[in-house]
């Protein structure tokens, strides 16, 4: 079985929420989808994306010349593959649109492995449970004031989440900032978990305090309070805090996170696949966390990850990121808070032919 042809598609879906920086307003998303087929009729499907959509067209143009580099390989040496697409592409060490792309393709010959030995992704990854929890992440934002926060935080509970993570760091004040925690926790509860998401914007000194004024609320943990590669800082942080520190989101492929567990800089690895470089190294790091008796959480795709997540025994939780779902034509099944998985094989999803006419 060889791979015989590719296809990838620019698509922008909207999305009703702005970035991080910005008033909610309707804006959007731009992904780069791609389908493998073999000489044998089988198919599998990935895509690349949440890049700055400045970046969509340079994208599609890696995606294309490394997916170009596949033609004629047996698509189950996934390992070899990667390895030989991350050499091209950085000649080792390989970041930015080049790993996003071969994280595409990395995921399109897991679906394709799948699809050809009619097992779906989370079992052939490792079969641990076929449900995992999972948060609503991408409506509750740093632009938002208690008000505001309370009442999508109760929709949100409403919607059936039994966790919710929300954005801080705008407020200059850490009085203001409390005081938003407090009203979104009045508003949903004892019982929901929260998380907090301060996308790198305190010093450490910062989030130690903050982090001493919210313990009373029960975080479930905090965020990325500061620079990604300050691991000595977030160290510090871990260890003056009860509440759990997450981050590694914004790591580069395999190798920084070492460093990471090594300076015990987290109590709670977090993996973007597009940055790891795929399913084959997200699952690397997430044995490599293991080693160290650390539970591992997704970032983004959970049409991707919540495959992964599920297949690991410290697999804790799945980022219910809602940008990339209209991708496909099935939607998530979520019951009592968990994301459940069904026994297609692959991935078990199919493209959305409707953006594929636009």
Avoid at 75 to 81: F, T
Avoid at 101 to 122: E, F, H, M, N, R
Avoid at 161 to 188: I, Q, T
Wanted: overall charge negative; aromatic content about 8%.
């Amino acid at each position: 079985m060889k791979i015989e042809t590719f296809t990838t598609q620019v698509v922008t879906l909207p999305r009703d929420v702005g970035a991080l920086d910005e008033a909610p307003e309707q804006v959007s998303t731009d992904f780069v989808t791609l389908r493998f087929k073999t000489d044998e009729g089988a198919e599998g499907i990935g895509y690349a994306g949440f890049a700055a959509p400045v970046m969509t067209k340079a994208l599609k143009e890696a995606l294309d010349a490394l997916a170009a580099e596949v033609i004629g390989l047996d698509p189950l040496r996934i390992e070899a593959i990667g390895e030989k697409l991350l050499e091209i592409g950085g000649r080792g060490a390989a970041a930015g649109l080049v790993t996003r792309a071969v994280s595409a393709i990395d995921v399109a010959l897991w679906d394709l492995k799948g699809k050809v030995t009619g097992q779906p992704l989370w079992k052939l990854l490792g079969g641990y449970r076929n449900r995992v929890p999972a948060y609503a992440s991408g409506h509750l934002w740093r632009t938002y004031d208690a008000d505001a926060l309370a009442e999508k935080g109760a929709e949100l509970v409403e919607q059936g989440f039994l966790a919710m993570k929300f954005r801080m760091g705008a407020e200059g004040s850490n009085a203001v900032e409390a005081e938003r925690m407090h009203a979104l926790r009045d508003a949903v509860g004892d019982e929901t978990d929260i998380m907090v998401d301060i996308n790198q914007g305190w010093d450490v000194n910062r989030s130690i305090a903050m982090g001493r004024e919210m313990e009373g609320c029960g975080l479930y943990w905090l965020e990325d309070p500061v620079n990604y590669e300050d691991f000595d800082g977030l160290a510090r942080i871990a260890d003056a805090l009860d509440t759990p520190i997450a981050a590694g989101e914004y790591l580069w492929g395999v190798a920084p996170f070492r460093s990471f567990l090594e300076r015990r800089s987290v109590d709670i690895v977090m993996v973007d696949i597009m940055r790891v470089g795929g399913l084959t190294q997200w699952m690397k790091v997430a044995h490599m966390a293991q080693a160290w008796n650390l539970p591992v959480v997704s970032h983004l795709a959970p049409d991707i990850l919540a495959p992964a997540v599920a297949a690991l025994p410290n697999g804790l939780m799945v980022e219910h990121m809602p940008w990339s779902l209209p991708l496909f034509r099935e939607e998530l099944q979520i019951e009592n808070g968990e994301i459940v998985l069904s026994d297609a094989p692959g991935l078990g999803l199919e493209f959305d032919e409707r953006w594929s006419a636009a």
